[in-house]
């Protein structure tokens, strides 16, 4: 009988140890593992929402919305910004063109003067001998019209404008986002109980991608040096594209040329009939004839060159603007690709990481991951 | 040695709750924190009343003649226990503020490891004071000695625990502002347990950034243990809220064997 309570009362106190030992591990592991309480606690119909260190709870349903609106407010970002990049564009350069349309007639008016005459003729001279390679018509247009490197920098400046624009619509549709959030949490504040909510979703890379900050790089993309190497490629060596541009420019250069060779016989002769009238000066034949000679070439040159503004000053001034007109669609459609490079891929940017930011909503929603 | 476990057994209870207290303490209500508090605080003034009974009755027997009607009268009753519930209820206060608060294992591990500890060590000192002590004052003894030891290691564990902790980085902050940002993080759905949480984290705050702007300059380990400890004093208080409750439980489970009586048995 004692044996047996004795045996009893062992396999009692071995039960209890047991039991004692088994308890003790199972609460050591509850207080080390997080995951059951995790599991107990969580509220599938919950989702935590992080941004900027701000937390809120959503239903679910509610998250799912928020989403949409996000892949919304990145559609209407890019489409936006692309819009507004493309005004700014073409405003600047319309001022920028009316600018240097306005500098066309006094081109022409050098381009019919005396002085324009020689020099152009000095010009042709050194390019004959191989000192200059641009058509010196078009190199002196391009120095009267465009102010020598002015455009590069009025360019460059545009294209300063067109960042600090695009940048501050990133700032205002990631503000405007946030607002947005925030504005949402309200709505739905009554689920912001703390406790772990099943899913969470941390928003904070999607507010620096809205803000051009993100994977995209769009504000780095906009950047001076970047944007300067995309219109450096439209302006290049601008009056060697100009000379190119236009046959009829061409064709225009060598009846220039013809008329200038008719205009020197027409000029030389005046002046040998001008210097027939010196010939009983005696001694001072010589200075004579240099001096009606000289005098009588100009007028005659004056004479020839104003004739020749009064048919064609408004043939070239017509070329000129035509020249203008294709330069500006060339700048423009180079700086719109630009920026449409730029406004796509942080588009691209925005929808990739709306989905990878609320791919955790896929195991609520019960579908699965996307990627 | 059954004795032993089913004591164990008893304590267990003590740890669970604190566990499920601190898992889903910030999702409480007022009126829940305040029963909670209430009821821990209740538990708790039964042990301490059976404690100060003790010491009560260990001064009268050697004060009093064994026939004075003072014996009696002054033998402790409620107005003890309401004393008594007085100073448990900030204790109970301050262990579901600092269950609720805790974000790492070592002080809840420290509480489930413990279990076995009270019981063992109370059950060493009853051994040692059995040749000395008084039969019937003797449980009540080797618990409170039990107690004072088993605080005594329990902090040391929980202060060398605090060294290898990592902690928030408020050397770049004031004062102030390590305390807002601590205070500021403290969230509960019952608003009294979150002013409480915040009161908690200020506290917490002010030793940690003590802690990151005074004790990096002092070289010695044993000064920088010293430090440490008196910067987590205040945690004893947890621990000792803690154990009054274990101490609560064996008292109330062993009632009738500590219990000394009335005046006149």
Known sequence: MNMHTQTRGIAGNAARALGLVLALALLTALVID?????????????????IEGQRFQLAAEDAGIVEQRAAGHADRGAAEASDAAARLVSAELDVLFERLSARVPAYADWYFSLRGEYTRLWLLVLRWGGLLTAD???YKGVELVFAGDELAGQIGAIEGRVAGLLAGRARELRTAWIEELLGMSGEHRAESAPGAPATVVVLDDLVAEFGGHGGSEFLTRLSASSAGAASAGALGPLTARLALRSSAAAAGGRSLALKGAGRGAAKAGSAGVGILGCAASGPAAWACALAVGGAAWLATDWALLSADEWRNRDALIADWEQRLALLRAELEQSLLEHYGQAIEAWHEGMRLEVERSFSPLDSVRGRAPSR | MRSALNDMLWLLPVPLLLVVL????????????????????????????????????IFLAGALRADSPWYRHLRGGALMALVALGGAIPLAAILVVATARVDGP???????????????????????IAGHAVPRFRAMLALRLALAVNLGLLFLALAAAALFRTYPNLSGLTLAEAVLSEAGRQEAASELLQALMQLAASKDAIAWWLGQQVLPGVIEPGLQLAGWMVLVATDVLVLWSYLLICASAL???????????????
């Not at chain 2, 009126?31 to 100060?52: D, E, K, N, P, Q």
């Not at chain 2, 008292?251 to 048995?265: D, F, I, K, N």
């Open chain 2, 22 to 57: 601190s898992r889903v303490g910030v999702l409480l209500t007022d009126a829940a924190v305040v029963g909670i508090v209430l009821g821990l605080a209740l538990f708790m003034t039964s042990g301490i009343w059976l404690r100060s009974v003790v010491r009560r009755r």
């Open chain 1, 136 to 138: 010196p018509v078009v």
């Open chain 2, 251 to 265: 008292t109330l489970v062993h009632w009738r064997a500590w219990h000394p009586g009335s005046p006149t048995e």
């Open chain 1, 34 to 50: 997080q995951r059951p309480w995790d599991r107990l606690l969580a509220s599938d119909s919950r989702v935590g929402v992080v």
């Open chain 2, 106 to 128: 070592q002080l809840l591990l420290g509480m489930v490891l413990n279990v076995p500890v009270l019981v063992l060590l109370r059950g060493f000192w009853s051994r040692r």
